[in-house]
C-alpha cells in the first residue's frame, strides 16, 4: 500500500490469507510518514460461516408429543442451541392447521397461551450472529388430558356440513362422535348414514378407528351432513369418545358448531342466479321482495318478504315458505323467536338467524350469549320485555318484543 493523502480512506490490497471459521481474530493498524508513526488501532472480529445446529425447546408443563392439562394464563417455553454464535430466534405459534403469526426474539424464552384444548405447534429457528438461519422445528403439544376435538372449531358455524376429527393420548384404539342440541341434556351418537370417510363412503356404524401419531391417537376426518340430522338452526355440541381395547374410556370437551341450514348468514359463500341469493354450501335459493316502501317521518312503513327453497314448508303470511316483515300487524326486522330452554334461535325476515344459549337469571330476567353470526350483530337478548316475553336489541337499541314463542322440534 503506497503514500496517501492525509486523511484519506484506505484498503487492504496485499495477499489473501485464509480465517479459520468461528475463530477470533484482531487486526491492528499504523500510520506513518516516514518519520512518525501512529498509535496502533485495533478491531477484533469473529468469523461466523457456519449455519447453527437445529435448535430445541421445552415448555413447563406442556411436554412435547403429549396431552396435558390446560394451563390457565399459559406457560413459558424455553428455546436452545447448542451453537456458540446465536442472535436469536424467529418463532410463531399455531392452532390446528391455521395460519401462524411469526415473531421475533433475542431472548431464549417465549410465552405461549393456548386459547383451549386442541392441538399446538411451537415452530422456531435459531439465527446466527452473521444471520445464517437454521430450517424452522416444531415442537408439538396437545392441551386438554382427555384430549380434544381437533374439527369443528369451538363456537363456528355449518350451513350443510361440519368436518369431524378428535386427537387423545396414546393407547386409545377407537371413537365415537356425539352430539346434542343446545347447552344441555344428554349426549348421543351421531346418527348412522349421515357420516362419510375421507374415501367417500358412509361410516356405516360407531365407533371409528383412531391411529397413531406422534402426539397420540387421532381419528381420520369425517364429514357429518348435519342438513340431513337436524332441522331447525340453533346450537349443538359435538364430542368424541375414545375407547381402548380394556374399556376404557376418555371423553373430550365439547365444541359449539351454529347450523344456519339456510346458509345466507354473513359469513357464507352466496351467488347470485337470476333474482335468486344461492347459498354455495346449503343450496338455498331465497327469493326476496320489497312489497312497501313508504318514508315518513320518524320511520318508514316496509313490508317484505323472502322465500327460501331449504325451507318450503314453513307457515307464513304469503303462503307455504314465505317469511315476512310483518309480525303481529307492525313491521320488524325478525320474523319470530324459537326458545329451545338452553339457547333460542331468532329468525329475520329473510330468513336468516342468529342464535343465542342461555345464561343467568337474575330478578326474572335471562339474558343470553350470542353466538355463531349474532356475536357481531351487536344483538342484545333477554328473557323479559315489559308486559310480553323476550326482546332483542340491535345497536341502535331499537327494541323488538315477541309475544309468543314456539318450540324447536
Known amino acids: 500500500m503506497g503514500p496517501l493523502p492525509s486523511g484519506t480512506r484506505a484498503f487492504y490490497d496485499g495477499p489473501d490469507f485464509a480465517l479459520t471459521d468461528q475463530t477470533q481474530y484482531t487486526l491492528t493498524v499504523t500510520a506513518s510518514d516516514g518519520t512518525e508513526t501512529s498509535p496502533a488501532g485495533t478491531e477484533t472480529f469473529t468469523t461466523d460461516a457456519t449455519t447453527p445446529a437445529l435448535p430445541t425447546a421445552s415448555c413447563t408443563g406442556y411436554p412435547q408429543n403429549a396431552w396435558s392439562a390446560y394451563i390457565s394464563g399459559g406457560t413459558t417455553c424455553t428455546l436452545s442451541d447448542s451453537s456458540p454464535m446465536i442472535l436469536g430466534y424467529e418463532y410463531g405459534f399455531q392452532?390446528?392447521?391455521?395460519?401462524?403469526?411469526?415473531?421475533?426474539?433475542?431472548?431464549?424464552?417465549?410465552?405461549?397461551?393456548?386459547?383451549?384444548?386442541?392441538?399446538y405447534h411451537l415452530v422456531f429457528g435459531a439465527v446466527s450472529d452473521s444471520s445464517l438461519a437454521t430450517s424452522n422445528v416444531s415442537y408439538d403439544f396437545g392441551v386438554g388430558a382427555s384430549g380434544a376435538m381437533l374439527s369443528p372449531a369451538d363456537g363456528s358455524q355449518a350451513a350443510s356440513a361440519v368436518l369431524l376429527q378428535a386427537g387423545a393420548p396414546a393407547g386409545y384404539t377407537q371413537a365415537t362422535f356425539e352430539y346434542r342440541e343446545g347447552t344441555s341434556g344428554s349426549f348421543q351418537p351421531i346418527p348412522d348414514g349421515v357420516v362419510d370417510a375421507d374415501t367417500g363412503s358412509a361410516v356405516s356404524s360407531w365407533p371409528v378407528t383412531a391411529g397413531s401419531v406422534d402426539t397420540g391417537v387421532q381419528t381420520d376426518h369425517l364429514t357429518w351432513y348435519v342438513a340431513r340430522t337436524l332441522t331447525d338452526d340453533g346450537p349443538i355440541e359435538v364430542e368424541a369418545v375414545f375407547a381402548n381395547g380394556s374399556g376404557g374410556t376418555e371423553t373430550t370437551s365439547p365444541v359449539t358448531v351454529t347450523p344456519s341450514l339456510t346458509g345466507t348468514a354473513a359469513d357464507f359463500a352466496t351467488?347470485?342466479?337470476?333474482?335468486?341469493?344461492?347459498?354455495?354450501?346449503?343450496?338455498?335459493?331465497?327469493?326476496?321482495?320489497?312489497?312497501?316502501?313508504?318514508?315518513?317521518?320518524?320511520?318508514?312503513?316496509?313490508?317484505?318478504?323472502?322465500?327460501?327453497s331449504i325451507e318450503p314448508a314453513t307457515p307464513g303470511l304469503f303462503g307455504p315458505g314465505w317469511t315476512s316483515?310483518?309480525?303481529?300487524?307492525?313491521?320488524?326486522?325478525?320474523?319470530?323467536?324459537?326458545?329451545?330452554?338452553?339457547?333460542?334461535?331468532?329468525?329475520?325476515?329473510?330468513?336468516?338467524?342468529?342464535?343465542?344459549?342461555?345464561?343467568?337469571?337474575?330478578?326474572?330476567?335471562?339474558?343470553?350469549?350470542?353466538?355463531?353470526?349474532?356475536?357481531?350483530?351487536?344483538?342484545?337478548?333477554?328473557?323479559?320485555?315489559?308486559?310480553?316475553?323476550?326482546?332483542?336489541?340491535?345497536?341502535?337499541?331499537?327494541?323488538?318484543?315477541?309475544?309468543?314463542?314456539?318450540?324447536?322440534?
Open 271 to 308: 351467488t347470485q342466479a337470476g333474482p335468486l341469493t344461492v347459498g354455495e354450501q346449503s343450496g338455498n335459493a331465497a327469493l326476496s321482495a320489497t312489497d312497501v316502501s313508504i318514508a315518513s317521518y320518524g320511520s318508514s312503513l316496509t313490508l317484505t318478504r323472502t322465500f327460501n
Open 95 to 119: 392452532e390446528g392447521n391455521g395460519a401462524i403469526a411469526w415473531n421475533w426474539t433475542y431472548t431464549p424464552t417465549v410465552t405461549v397461551d393456548p386459547p383451549g384444548p386442541g392441538l
Open 325 to 409: 316483515s310483518v309480525t303481529g300487524g307492525v313491521t320488524a326486522p325478525w320474523t319470530g323467536l324459537a326458545d329451545d330452554g338452553s339457547y333460542v334461535v331468532l329468525t329475520a325476515t329473510d330468513g336468516t338467524t342468529d342464535d343465542f344459549s342461555a345464561g343467568a337469571t337474575a330478578n326474572g330476567v335471562t339474558s343470553y350469549t350470542p353466538t355463531g353470526d349474532a356475536v357481531t350483530s351487536g344483538l342484545a337478548l333477554t328473557s323479559k320485555c315489559p308486559g310480553t316475553g323476550g326482546s332483542a336489541s340491535p345497536p341502535d337499541a331499537i327494541v323488538s318484543c315477541f309475544s309468543q314463542t314456539r318450540a324447536v322440534a
